[in-house]
């Protein structure tokens, strides 16, 4: 069995927390160091967080995220916390010469996400 831990929830759920907390810098990536531009930084943050929406049709089409980022001007919506993510058990079954499948822990349905 192994368990995977969808980290990308937590990520989104500290970078909003921070966006709440007037502190997005703190979710600046410390290998920029200070090659920058602190409004280009805060925007993407912004953006990235809009596409985490919990509600699938909140979020923007690969085409206004491209407006966006590379309309300065562009007033931005407010985000709104992330859709919520907990950990995610899968166990791996199969035998020898047998391709191996995935099935839930409680061996119910996988889901399959697909973008829209």
Known sequence: MCIVLE????KSLVAWELWNE??????????????YHEDQL?????VGLLCV????ADR???LEVISMLTSE???????????FCRERRVVRTGTVGKASENASINTMSNSDY???
Do not use: Q, V, Y
């Open 7 to 10: 980290c990308w929830c937590l």
């Open 114 to 116: 697909d973008a829209r």
């Open 73 to 83: 001007g562009m007033s931005l919506p407010t985000p709104t916390k992330p859709a």
């Open 53 to 56: 929406e919990e509600n699938g």
């Open 22 to 35: 007037g502190a997005e810098l703190a979710f600046k990536d410390p290998t920029l160091g200070d090659s």
């Open 42 to 46: 805060l925007r993407c943050i912004h």
């Open 60 to 62: 923007p089409t690969m």
